[in-house]
């Protein structure tokens, strides 16, 4: 009998999982209120960053925060009125904020992230979407030598999981990278990484080789669940209810209410970001890139140069704040400082971070509803493989990756 699975969430995660489990023979639905990448995944500096093991939350954050956000030209927000619905969540989140913590996330995040663009390429090569995925360096770009040092740990981190710079500087950064404004001195450049140059395209394009395939799309909200004995029977939507084997839950930072269903409180957080888009820019880099003083990811993309970045902690409502956004503006135009362009699109979305920074993906027990979501800042670079992990997971082929790090009842009942 064929598995009848349905994947709530029609983000990078959601569409990968559907299509490997397209591939391994199941029918599947997708349910999603908006449409195939319209949530988080659409706005995001399109980076494929295979070494983005190191979480927000290393060392010393505690003492360092409270200063940061006092600084204006620091990129981390917190809107007051909501601080009193943050607290629990922030409680957990800076208490992993230790050495021992940060190099167990960054254990955790190395099989999801690492691979990343073989992963692209996998997931894209039989659907002939290939060309959709860019292979480039990926560069962070630094002020001085005591800005870059002064991030030892975090390159410690990634040298552990294999990635390591070559560092660029003086006159060889404008050969390099001639966008470049004088004032950055020095480029520690990762080899074998890559970006999407629409990820909203990206994923609307693999949903319609999905289409193509024999999957199906419902445009439907999904409510609730129906549990006959343990597992899951069908979901109830907004236009009725649906029947099923097995259920994937892919909704980004729209996942807590569900799990709350399910009876699991989940430490879920939104780290809200923005992205401004100056449309048919010149005077931008050809390839991401980081400027780590400003903690935002510029990307030459489809519309133009995409700057995306920026830590805000405000909750899932509110509506953008101003101060991000100038700021960003702003230090986008030091970096840059010949950036022309003929519009401007500025952009609010919100990274799905839980507490401790690592993806739930696996099974909730035996009920059939597997969890895969909670990416936060690298949704776009492990999607893919998280979905081959599920897909594998519920056809029964799972593979040699230990998937425990992410287990979806690891907080318990919150
Ligand atoms: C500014 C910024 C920059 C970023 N840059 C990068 C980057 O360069 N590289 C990278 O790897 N990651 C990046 N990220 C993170 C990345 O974008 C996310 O981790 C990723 O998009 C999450 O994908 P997702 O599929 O889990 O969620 P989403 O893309 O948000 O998809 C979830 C879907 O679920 C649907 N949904 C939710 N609830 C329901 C419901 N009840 N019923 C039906 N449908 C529902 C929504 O409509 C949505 O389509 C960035 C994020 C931000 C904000």
């Not at 074998?192 to 629409?198: A, K, Q, S, V, W």
């Not at 099923?244 to 699991?264: E, N």
């Not at 133009?304 to 230090?331: M, T, W, Y």
Request: aromatic share 8%; net charge positive.
């Amino acid at each position: 009998m064929t598995r009848h699975v349905i994947v709530i969430g029609a983000g990078i995660v959601g569409v990968s999982t559907a299509i490997w489990l397209q591939r391994a023979g199941a029918q599947v639905t997708i349910i999603d209120r908006a449409g195939p990448g319209k949530g988080t995944s659409h706005g995001n500096a399109g980076v494929l960053a295979a070494c983005a093991v190191a979480p927000v939350t290393a060392p010393g954050l505690l003492t360092k925060a409270p200063v940061m956000l006092m600084h204006p030209d620091v990129p981390l927000y917190l809107r007051l009125s909501y601080l009193p619905r943050l607290l629990p969540w922030l409680a957990k989140y800076l208490s992993v904020a230790n050495d021992t913590d940060t190099k167990r996330i960054s254990a955790g995040l190395a099989p999801i992230v690492s691979d990343s663009i073989d992963q692209h390429k996998s997931l894209t090569a039989d659907l002939g979407l290939s060309d959709w995925i860019a292979d480039s360096d990926y560069v962070f770009a630094y002020r001085t030598r005591a800005a870059f040092d002064a991030e030892a740990y975090t390159w410690a981190l990634r040298a552990r999981a294999g990635f390591t710079p070559e560092l660029i500087k003086g006159p060889a950064i404008r050969d390099y990278e001639p966008a470049l404004g004088q004032d950055i001195t020095l480029l520690a450049t990762m080899k074998d990484h890559g970006f999407i140059r629409d990820p909203g395209g990206y994923v609307a394009a693999l949903a319609q080789a999905f289409t193509q395939g024999g999957g199906t799309i419902m445009k439907a909200e999904v409510k609730d669940f129906d549990l006959t004995g343990g597992t899951v029977a069908a979901v109830q939507t907004d236009q009725g209810a649906v029947a099923c084997d097995d259920i994937v839950l892919a909704t980004g930072v729209w996942s807590k209410p569900l799990m709350a269903k399910l009876g699991l409180s989940i430490p879920l957080e939104t780290e809200r970001g923005y992205h401004i888009i100056f449309g048919d820019a010149t005077g931008g880099p050809s390839r991401p890139t980081m400027i780590a003083s400003g903690k935002f990811v510029a990307t030459p993309m489809a519309q133009g140069l995409r700057c995306a970045g920026i830590l805000e902690f405000g909750g899932l409502d509110a509506r953008p704040s101003k101060a991000p956004l100038e700021l960003l503006r702003r230090q986008a135009k030091a970096a840059f400082p010949n950036l022309t362009a003929t519009s401007e699109v500025e952009w609010l979305g919100h990274r799905p971070a839980p507490s401790d920074s690592l993806p739930l993906i696996g099974q909730i027990g035996t009920s059939r509803v597997y969890t895969a979501f909670g990416h936060h800042h690298i949704g776009l670079t492990g999607g893919p493989k998280t979905g081959r992990l599920v897909a594998g997971l519920i056809m029964g082929q799972p593979g040699n990756t230990d998937i425990r790090p992410y287990a979806p009842q690891r907080f318990g009942k919150g």
